[in-house]
């Protein structure tokens, strides 16, 4: 019968308890962590309640470590840096040319894909794993090395490596809307405006571009709703109505002629994307190369 799942603590807690430990410090353990301090305390708590015993002293706003979580943490953070040494030689093994990108569905499918045979011929050596995803790093629970989402969205403890810029602006189907002259923004309102919400909000909306050009933020009276940024954008393509276009994504559309935009007025996001590298990614040389092709890549565009 196995006894391990029965006898082993909470095993969420134990990263967030190794980070207190060493650093002695609730508060300094969720800025490395880079979650709360009360998350920190919560799963401390939780893995006192389940040892029956107290592993921190608290006092006067401080911690200091009992005997007992002095003894616990030697254990956990030999334990943890072991599981790391042998994760890293794994990765170094006969796929260590790999390289798995981690991409939100619409930079994918629209930006990444036309351009990742420069990366290729640059890098012939390098394997490329495209991995996608809608969710937020934070709810990934696959292997990645680096990834690629939009700024905001939760990364938990992945590293930041740098952020790049953006621009929105409506676009629409010619077949929709051919116009000769741009429009007034204020014209936009007496179309159908295709919108995508996102949950939770981390995506500029029709509200908030309108109301940067002085317009009313009520545009729900006409217009179609998706969950989905590229579904939004077909959308456009077929004629549905008007969607807000990323510069980055809908470039390609606007080229062939696909889309057009039928106002002037755009909004510039100067850290609309950002890139991380995974906490367990190491300093292998095969990843720092895709992210030097990627800030190569994304600021020759900015």
């Known amino acids: 019968m196995n006894t391990l799942g029965k006898s082993l603590p909470p095993l969420a807690s134990l990263l967030p308890f190794e980070a207190a430990a060493r650093l002695e410090s609730f508060s300094k353990a969720a800025e490395e962590l880079h979650i709360t301090q009360a998350a920190i305390s919560r799963q401390i708590r939780g893995l006192e309640e389940n040892l029956g015993l107290k592993l921190f002293s608290r006092r006067n ?69 495209v991995v996608t995803s809608t969710r937020p790093l934070t709810e990934f629970n696959e292997h990645f090395d680096v990834a690629l989402q939009s700024t905001g969205r939760p990364s938990g403890a992945h590293v930041l490596v740098f952020t790049a810029t953006d621009e929105v602006f409506p676009v629409c189907s010619p077949g929709y809307l051919n116009v000769q002259e741009p429009l007034p923004v204020a014209d936009l309102l007496h179309h159908t405006l295709l919108h995508h919400r996102a949950t939770p909000p981390h995506w500029l909306q029709w509200e908030g571009w309108l109301q940067a050009f002085g317009q009313a933020a009520n545009v729900n009276s006409q217009g179609a709703v998706f969950d989905s940024y590229p579904l939004m954008l077909q959308a456009a393509v077929e004629g549905h109505g008007i969607a807000l276009g990323w510069r980055r994504t809908a470039a390609r559309l606007i080229e062939s002629g696909a889309l057009v935009r039928p106002c002037a007025q755009s909004i510039p996001l100067p850290d609309a994307i950002s890139v991380f590298r995974s906490s367990y990614a190491g300093d292998r040389a095969e990843v720092s190369a895709l992210i030097a092709w990627l800030e190569g890549a994304l600021e020759s565009e900015g």
């Open 61 to 129: 706003r401080a911690v200091f470590l009992t005997q007992e979580g002095r003894e616990l943490g030697r254990v956990v953070s030999s334990a943890l840096r072991s599981i790391s040494d042998v994760a890293e030689t794994l990765r170094q093994a006969p796929g260590k040319h790999r390289v798995v990108l981690l991409c939100q569905l619409c930079e994918a499918f629209y930006w990444l894909m036309p351009r990742l045979s420069s990366f290729h011929q640059q890098y012939p050596e390098i394997e490329i794993q």
